[in-house]
């Protein structure tokens, strides 16, 4: 009996290495990513003095805490606002979703929003958009919060993942048009994940 219980043990820990690991890979290569993205002049925000400069992002480290599997409720037949921006700019969104989840036992809720633009093209046509500030900004992460990209699920469940929680453009220069994240999406803890403020 105690063989067997031996086994079962080292068999549940092997598969909880297993899964911290995948984990741990994937957002390596989301950063790397990331990285690669600011150097490109394509794609990159930055000048192309900056572009020389940059080493990378300043990164917290990851925490699998910050990773969630959220309940999704979508909200059906939903109104198109203006969503604010750091410019006169104002494009359209609809609040596509609401999620609810729970972090270190304590329930919280946020709102995912889609916009009307990017759901016209092939590429983009499931991709939903989760801006948020929390009590982090303006210490260490951007003061104006930060995005996480994600695609519409297939199910009532989500999976969140603040270790990929990057900056606006806005953050690194002063003629971005950057969304701005609305007050229903303040989380009132820090979400030490994830990119933080861009180095000086």
Request: a positive charge.
């Amino acid at each position: 009996m105690k063989t067997i219980i031996a086994i079962l043990f080292l068999l549940t820990n092997s598969i909880v290495f297993a899964q911290d690991h995948s984990h741990i890979n994937e957002i390596k290569e989301f950063q790397k990513e990331l990285n690669t993205e600011f150097k490109n002049p394509d794609k990159s925000p930055l000048s192309k003095k900056e572009r020389k400069r940059f080493t990378g992002h300043d990164f917290y480290p990851i925490k699998e805490t910050f990773r969630v599997e959220a309940k999704f409720t979508r909200i059906l037949d939903p109104l198109p606002f203006q969503m604010k921006t750091t410019t006169n700019r104002a494009p359209t969104y609809e609040k596509y979703g609401e999620i609810f989840f729970e972090i270190e036992e304590k329930p919280y809720k946020l709102t995912i929003y889609q916009s009307h633009r990017l759901r016209k093209t092939e590429e983009f046509k499931d991709y939903l958009f989760l801006p948020f500030t929390d009590q982090t900004n303006g210490k260490e992460t951007y003061g104006g919060g930060r995005y996480i990209d994600l695609k519409i699920p297939d199910s009532d469940k989500i999976v969140i993942d603040f270790n990929k929680a990057y900056n606006p453009y806005c953050a690194y220069n002063n003629y971005s048009s950057c969304p701005i994240p609305p007050k229903e999406n303040d989380l009132q803890l820090k979400i030490e994940a994830g990119v933080k403020a861009v180095k000086k």
